[in-house]
């Protein structure tokens, strides 16, 4: 186990940041809501349960009835992590959601969702929503309100929501469900499901990008599988890399981004035997692999989007990670 950082909750891939945000907003320190959910330390990622009780914590902190669908208007790719990153950066909204329901413990959700389309309609199922007993409805109207937020984002435009079915009654600010979800809404409802326009799914993704997909999901693919033993810090930081590939990164930057002083950092990342500069090089190597196999971007191309202003480093670079050039390397692994 590790103390916790609040940073891990903000950063680490599970959108709880916005709940940390909102809280704040009134009042309600960071803090004070871990202690209430009883929260002293995490191990590389927080659990279900963990979760849970964050939101919980939440729900009972503030005197607010729109605490939850305020958070979740606050919502961004980048409080998800690289698993946002890896939806936006989708070819369509269809392989973001196919990615994003197989791998939706990543985004935090607490509750079990399965996802098809029923002749052109997109339905999102979530099974079992009486067991939160009364935390249900916080947690429906957090969900709800951040994917909304998020998919809107993705797309660059609004999400065409059509029905929301909700397993309580009519709430009495039932009204702001109407100003975010924009569609019809059923409550006491026997089932609780989101229907949607399915033809939204063949709709490009503005920020596409297949070689940064590859990478967000190869590593979340390794989260889940934990091929990588990384901690949250260590995550924190891929994510930053990641969103951050064709800059010049430094330390400072990257310190300031996971809530950590410089020297703190490198502290950190000595004490779980991990180099800063390593980490970045190990990013900027899969990247530029991914451009080199799977594009027909010239090497110049791939430095700058690697974060090289200097073709030659990035060529130095390139030959120390690989042992070979970029272009040798690129002619044995191009089918």
Known sequence: MMPLSLQTIRTGGYGLGAILDELESQGISASELLRHAGIRSVDTRLTKAQRTRVLRSAYMLSP???TAINAGKRQRIHQFG??????????????????????????????????????????L????????????????EFWRSSM??????????????????????RPKH??????????????????????????????????????????????????IS????????????????????????????????VGLSQRTLFRRLADERVNFQGLVDQIR????????????LTVTEISERCGYSDEANFRKAFARWKTTSPSLWRASHQS
Request: a negative charge.
């Open 174 to 223: 039932a009204d702001a469900y109407n100003q975010i979800f924009n569609c019809k809404m059923e409550f006491d409802s026997p089932t609780m499901e989101w229907h949607f326009d399915a033809n939204v799914l063949t709709k490009p993704c503005p920020s596409a990008n297949s070689v940064t997909t590859s990478i967000c999901q190869e590593f979340c693919h390794s989260i």
């Open 64 to 66: 607010e009835p729109l």
């Open 226 to 257: 934990d091929e990588y033993s990384a901690t949250g810090l260590q995550r924190e930081l891929r994510s930053f890399v990641l969103a951050n590939s064709a800059r010049r990164i430094t330390a400072k930057a990257a310190a300031q981004a």
């Open 148 to 169: 909304v937020s998020l998919l809107g984002e993705i797309l660059e435009d609004p999400f065409p929501s059509i029905l929301m079915r909700f397993p309580y009654p």
């Open 125 to 140: 199922r979530s099974h079992n929503p009486h067991a939160f007993g009364d935390l249900l409805q916080f947690i429906a």
């Open 82 to 123: 690289v698993y946002g990153f890896a939806l936006a950066t989708s070819t369509n909204l269809g392989e973001a959601f196919a990615f994003g329901i197989q791998h939706l413990d990543l985004s935090g959700a607490v509750l079990r969702i399965s996802f098809n389309v029923e002749k052109s309609i997109g339905v």
């Open 285 to 296: 190597a899969s990247l530029a692999c991914e451009y080199l196999k799977n594009t027909r």
